[in-house]
């Protein structure tokens, strides 16, 4: 298996860190472009608080993956980014901003807050950026905390946008709350307090005992959505909250919770994993029916996520991390086939069954996607 995980981390180093540190950057109004296309130039479009989040997380990963390229002025060209044009003294965090006309959209989105937090908390285990992101984390906890806490358990929707309540930014928050636990502060016990409110969500409203899954949409008390047209189980996401939940399992001691993740991921790799194009598949119904059987590159990492985690987690026997193994070799020769074959450094996002991959700008918010499971083959788990 290593030297599948030494060829993907080479791509990462000698191709990926390169090309976006290059071409990735708006070297005129800094940030980050969003997206680039097939020729390797970037489209300029709206900057999403969340992909700014997203690069600076990835390029704070570069030196323990590494890269030596300079990831500190990239960092702070980001982190600057952020505080001028994407939080409000008061820790508000805002969806986007057009950079031609200066206007900022304010709509409340907790992905947003999920993935700005997660960036700090990686930029807070370096001494440089410790004070700041411990400061800019706990204002912007504090204007969620204050203004969108939902009644019952964890955070409302924006009612200006929709009327439904979401697990995918929930799971998100999760990935950022462990991540903190790790950071020496005085905040320790309030984000393990966060997290254990989330997988407390999953137990009580997000998971199916049924379904052995948990689904995307949900009504403003955390009911099972009735909408036919919401009725949705997504196969990365059953990997992505898998791999979560082991990780949180582990650090509490919790078989309950460890032995939901498992059922998570198999419910996945039954039902979600195409056998014959070897690629995690878009969508599921609550029949485990398939509805969409497209495959998108950041699926694929979080497979190889969930199953590198159990191949070296000895809570499993032998013959169950041999499979898993064998589970993550499969998973890295599938992300290969996403690799560009014109530009090095870039991808294709998504492949359609039965045709091949489609043509279309590569997503600078898949980067994290590639990172976060080259931090996971390196270290097993994102949160050492």
Request: with cysteine.
């Amino acid at each position: 298996m290593q030297k599948y995980i030494n060829e993907y981390l080479r791509w990462i180093n000698n191709e990926v860190f390169p090309f976006w540190a290059e071409k990735g950057l708006d070297q005129i109004n800094n940030g980050f472009f969003e997206l680039i296309n097939e020729n390797g130039s970037p489209i300029n479009s709206f900057r999403r608080s969340r992909l700014v989040a997203r690069q600076i997380y990835s390029f704070s990963k570069s030196k323990e993956l590494g890269w030596e390229g300079d990831s500190k002025e990239i960092i702070y060209m980001g982190l600057n980014f952020l505080e001028k044009n994407l939080i409000s003294q008061n820790g508000q965090i805002f969806m986007n901003i057009n950079i031609e006309k200066s206007n900022s959209n304010k709509d409340h989105d907790l992905y947003d807050y999920a993935f700005v937090f997660l960036c700090l908390s990686e930029l807070a285990k370096n001494e440089t950026f410790f004070e700041k992101a411990v400061s800019l984390s706990n204002k912007s906890l504090n204007w969620i905390t204050n203004n969108w806490r939902h009644h019952h358990i964890g955070f409302k929707e924006d009612p200006k946008v929709s009327d439904n309540l979401r697990a995918n930014p929930h799971m998100h928050l999760l990935e950022a709350s462990l991540s903190w636990e790790k950071v020496e502060s005085n905040n320790k016990d309030r984000w393990e307090s966060v997290s254990d409110e989330v997988v407390d969500l999953l137990l009580s409203k997000l998971y199916s005992d049924k379904r052995f899954a948990v689904s995307e949409y949900f009504d403003l008390e955390w009911n099972h959505t009735k909408d036919k047209s919401h009725q949705v189980i997504e196969p990365g996401h059953q990997y992505e909250w898998g791999w979560l939940l082991l990780n949180w399992a582990k650090k509490r001691n919790n078989i309950k919770v460890k032995k939901i993740a498992i059922k998570l991921i198999h419910t996945a790799e039954t039902y979600g994993f195409d056998k014959d194009s070897l690629k995690v598949i878009n969508a599921l119904n609550f029949d485990h029916k398939v509805i969409d059987n497209d495959s998108k590159l950041w699926q694929q990492t979080e497979r190889l996520k969930a199953w590198n985690l159990i191949s070296k987690d000895l809570y499993f026997n032998k013959l169950e991390r041999e499979e898993a193994e064998k589970k993550v070799i499969q998973s890295l020769i599938t992300i290969k086939e996403f690799h560009s074959r014109s530009i090095r450094g870039i991808w294709r996002e998504n492949y359609i069954a039965n045709k091949g991959f489609a043509l279309g700008p590569t997503k600078a918010s898949s980067l994290y996607h590639l990172i976060a499971a080259a931090s996971t083959l390196k270290n097993t788990t994102l949160f050492k």
